[in-house]
């Protein structure tokens, strides 16, 4: 399975590996924020220091986003969420970072 995050408010389009059989993750979350060990780090003020993250699960070929008790919030198609599953094509807000999710076949 390969999953992909759009910057959305980038001049260019700038994707972001989450997963992909070439690059697999070493553990099933892959956590967003401004802190260091974030595997996205996002350099905002308003996005917490650790503050979702993305579970992918290979097995179930699904995608959840979860939201690690962010001061700013987490947004799936502008509804705020604690947690839920994505879909291809969702549109994901990290405090006001919009991101969209690409999920596909592994090729």
Same mark, same amino acid.
Request: aromatic share 4%; net charge negative; hydrophobic share 35%.
């Given at each position: 399975?390969?999953?992909?995050l759009?910057? *959305?408010?980038?001049?260019?389009? &700038?994707g972001?590996?989450?997963?992909?059989?070439?690059?697999?993750?070493?553990?099933?979350?892959? &956590?967003?924020?401004r802190?260091?060990?974030c595997q *996205?780090q996002?350099?905002?003020?308003? #996005?917490s220091?650790?503050?979702?993250?993305?579970?992918?699960?290979?097995r179930?070929?699904?995608?959840?986003i979860?939201?690690l008790g962010?001061q700013?919030?987490?947004y #799936?198609?502008?509804?705020?969420?604690?947690?839920?599953?994505?879909?291809?094509?969702?549109r *994901?807000?990290?405090a006001?970072?919009?991101?969209e999710?690409?999920?596909?076949?592994?090729?």
């Open positions: 399975m390969e999953v992909t759009e910057r *959305l408010d980038q001049p260019e389009d &700038v972001i590996i989450v997963d992909s059989p070439e690059i697999s993750l070493a553990r099933p979350e892959f &956590v967003i924020g802190a260091g060990d *996205l996002i350099p905002s003020r308003f #996005v220091r650790h503050h979702c993250e993305l579970i992918v699960d290979e179930d070929r699904h995608v959840r979860r939201d962010s700013n919030g987490t #799936v198609n502008e509804a705020p969420v604690d947690e839920c599953e994505l879909k291809n094509g969702d *994901l807000r990290v006001c970072i919009p991101f999710i690409r999920i596909g076949s592994a090729k």
